[in-house]
């Protein structure tokens, strides 16, 4: 039986509305979930880098954040003086959503890192052992070759300086080569290193080929192989984000104040 074509264009914008509301309730219904989800992500990225979660480990998402409530006590600070941020709930902030809103932000120094806009407060944790502040963990985030990088960077507070972690939980570099900052065997070079030269700025720095031990090579780390550029984005990243327009001001504060 023919149709006309009337009734062939109605059935079809008929399809079109009634898959596009079910699309849109099921976006609706599951934004609270995928919230949920990412916060969830984070925390278990804060701690594989704080080293609270081993690689491979399967934790409950209760588990997760038990584990995170026990050992990490979240705070925002004010990314220019470095000085905690006043009424501002860390559980309810979102650096990178801060970091998109123009009252929220302002644009970036020219960089090497690409990064465009920095957000006026940035979010970062603390792992207490005993009370006391044993490890900062620091958001990094940057430009490779393909895609901006987004990492937590973890260092001993008792110097502010020692690496004891990092990881890269959002990129798009290509597996096999920049993808290979994900690798655990390139990841494990860094604990040990240091991020501050002597003359107090930062220097440690991806090289090309081989870097020698943490002890006596503190401030190079390996190249990732026929991926230089993505290991240059990496040194890029981590210099801006321990620099003065980044973290500097709060790692002199934190130290100032004692490792507090
Ligand atoms: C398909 C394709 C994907 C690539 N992906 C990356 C990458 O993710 N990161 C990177 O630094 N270089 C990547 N490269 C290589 C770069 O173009 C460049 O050759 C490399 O960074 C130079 O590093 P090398 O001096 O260690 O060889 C890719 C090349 C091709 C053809």
Known sequence: MAHSTGYTIGFAALVCVVCGVGIASAAVALADRQAENK?????KQVLAVAGLMQAGESLSPDEVKKRF????????????????AQGVDPAGFDQLKAQK???QSREAPANNAKVLRLPNNAKVYKVL???KVDTLILPIEGYGLWSTLYGFMAIDAKDANTVKGITFYQHGETPGLGGEVDNPKWKDLWPGRKIYGPGGQ???????????PAASDPYRVDGLSGATITSNGVTNLVKFWFGADGFGPYIQHFKAAGGK
């Open 39 to 43: 916060k969830l992500d984070q925390q």
């Open 129 to 131: 052992k005993d009370g």
């Open 69 to 84: 409530a026990d050992n990490i006590k979240a705070e925002v600070v004010d990314l220019k003086t470095g000085v905690a």
């Open 202 to 212: 930062p220097q440690i720095a991806v090289v090309k080929g081989q870097a020698g």
């Open 101 to 103: 809103d123009p009252a």
